[in-house]
């Protein structure tokens, strides 16, 4: 079983960037499709973005199209949510997670996740 660490959270302006990390431990990553997601405090959990195993193909949320982009390296067991312009309504707590599926989006898709990381942009 493959276990997920995410890193890289913090507190940033409106406007700014951030990149997160994800980290695969336990066995190889690369047979996994990666998603992102993103829970803010009294909000479901949401869909923000997926990669397929191989890093070729990308999907993301409306709401995060053209300003994030999702990235692996699976020689390094690692993939990256690189996060632009930030707005306010980006702060959440963000998980990366592990999915045998293709681009899913759905949250149950997802086998294996990590403990998430704390996203925070201010005004």
């Known amino acids: 079983q493959v276990q997920l660490v995410e890193s890289g959270g913090g507190l940033v302006l409106a406007g700014g960037s951030l990149r997160l990390s994800c980290a695969a431990s336990g066995r190889t990553f690369s047979p996994y499709g990666m998603g992102w997601f993103r829970q803010a405090p009294g909000k479901q959990r949401e869909f923000v973005g997926a990669i397929s195993w191989n890093g070729v193909s990308t999907y993301y949320a409306d709401s995060v199209k053209g300003r994030f982009t999702i990235s692996r390296d699976n020689a390094k067991n690692t993939g990256h949510l690189q996060m632009n312009s930030l707005k306010p309504e980006d702060t959440a707590v963000y998980y990366c997670?592990?999915?045998?599926?293709?681009?899913?989006?759905?949250?149950?898709?997802?086998?294996?996740w990590g403990q998430g990381t704390q996203v925070t942009v201010s005004s």
């Open positions: 997670a592990a999915s045998n599926l293709f681009l899913a989006t759905a949250i149950d898709a997802y086998s294996v």
